[in-house]
């Protein structure tokens, strides 16, 4: 199986919350971790958030963040590009997403095209984003 994390299931790999027991599995299971280059900067500014919350204390966070770092260097990564921006134009016009969870749906369903769309999963806890990213792989999957 392909995955595709999207931002709030990646910052689920490095801190535990609800949901992290299931993407680690997830992860766990996949041949290919994909997302797009935008999920290190939102999560970057997640963590971050998260310790000027006092919700990671700073040891924890300048660990989680190297260990990312690192980790990053596995994840095939993909770069917003004029036909990602596009589509992801129309997918935030198509589901009435934001910005940059079209730029993530764009994203994975450029890795679905790559690698089939039976053979990849979306993983988000975004109801609104995971409602759009079925429609599209189903969308998608007829085409082919």
């Given at each position: 199986m392909t995955l595709y994390l999207d931002t709030?299931?990646?910052?689920?790999?490095?801190?535990?919350e609800p949901g992290a027991d299931a993407v680690r599995d997830l992860v766990d299971r996949a041949r290919i971790v994909a997302t797009s280059v935008i999920?290190?900067?939102?999560?970057?500014?997640?963590?971050a958030k998260l310790r000027r919350e006092g919700a990671l204390p700073p040891a924890a966070f300048t660990s989680i963040k190297r260990v990312l770092?690192?980790?990053?260097?596995?994840?095939?990564?993909l770069?917003?590009?004029?036909?990602?921006?596009?589509?992801?134009?129309?997918?935030a016009e198509q589901y009435r997403l934001r910005g940059y969870?079209?730029?993530?749906?764009?994203?994975?369903l450029e890795v679905a095209r790559r690698a089939g769309a039976g053979e990849?999963?979306?993983s988000s806890f975004d109801d609104r984003l995971n409602r759009a990213a079925k429609a599209a792989?189903?969308?998608l999957a007829r085409r082919r």
């Open positions: 709030s299931s990646l910052v689920k790999l490095y801190v535990d999920a290190y900067a939102e999560a970057r500014s997640a963590l770092d690192k980790d990053w260097l596995s994840y095939l990564t770069d917003v590009t004029g036909a990602i921006s596009q589509a992801a134009g129309d997918l969870d079209s730029v993530h749906l764009a994203s994975f990849t999963h979306f792989a189903r969308s």
